[in-house]
């Protein structure tokens, strides 16, 4: 089960991916579904070279993912109640360190992505700008089925961002909340920050140990 947490974590990313600028058009459904078609052929074409290659691997996942990816909003989420009391420095440096730690951390389980992997289910509802929620099944290689769901919302630029991953109803962003509360507890913001910056997914993976991940 943790592989598969891993591997879809990264797909979170990997559905922003290779989004064009003009994709505020684009409901967050149809997005997810681009996406996937478009890692299938990605992946499918350079998995040899970006499995041998982590850095190249990293730095295409930053050039297509950040522009499409809300960080500094799952950051404050993930900060939860100590992002009142953090500046705005911490807050800025607590979202490119975190980010960069799961993208590191996370980033090989998308070279295991195949066409097919994500359903994606057909939308229901009215499309909400604060939290939309596309809704798909992840097939394992044993052909059992996951219910993953992606949550998105509208910028105030117009744009639809993704921001939390819910696999089984346990939403990424609550998992990672209650271990940073636990480590800001432990010790302080201030040196969280710092042992993501300088341990990277080293130190992610130490606070999901603790944590019991």
Request: glycine letters at 6%.
């Amino acid at each position: 089960m943790l592989r598969f947490i891993g591997w879809t974590l990264a797909l979170v990313f990997g559905i922003c991916m290779a989004v064009p600028a003009h994709a505020a058009a684009i409901s967050p459904e149809k997005v997810v579904q681009k996406i996937a078609d478009d890692l299938a052929d990605s992946i499918g074409a350079h998995r040899d070279e970006l499995k041998n290659d982590h850095e190249k691997l990293i730095r295409e996942i930053d050039a297509i993912l950040l522009p499409h990816f809300d960080i500094e909003y799952a950051s404050l989420l993930v900060l939860g109640r100590n992002a009142r009391v953090a500046s705005p420095a911490q807050r800025s440096r607590f979202a490119k360190a975190f980010y960069n730690s799961i993208a590191h951390r996370y980033a090989e389980g998308l070279l295991n992505y195949t066409r097919g992997s994500v359903n994606v289910l057909p939308f229901a509802g009215e499309l909400n700008d604060k939290r939309t929620i596309v809704r798909t099944e992840v097939v394992l290689d044993d052909g059992k089925r996951v219910a993953v769901d992606y949550a998105f919302r509208k910028t105030s630029a117009g744009e639809w961002k993704a921001y939390d991953v819910i696999i089984e109803g346990i939403s990424y962003i609550t998992n990672y909340r209650n271990q940073v509360d636990a480590e800001i507890k432990a010790s302080n913001l201030g040196a969280l920050i710092e042992r993501l910056e300088t341990q990277g997914e080293k130190a992610l993976e130490a606070m999901e140990k603790k944590a019991g991940a």
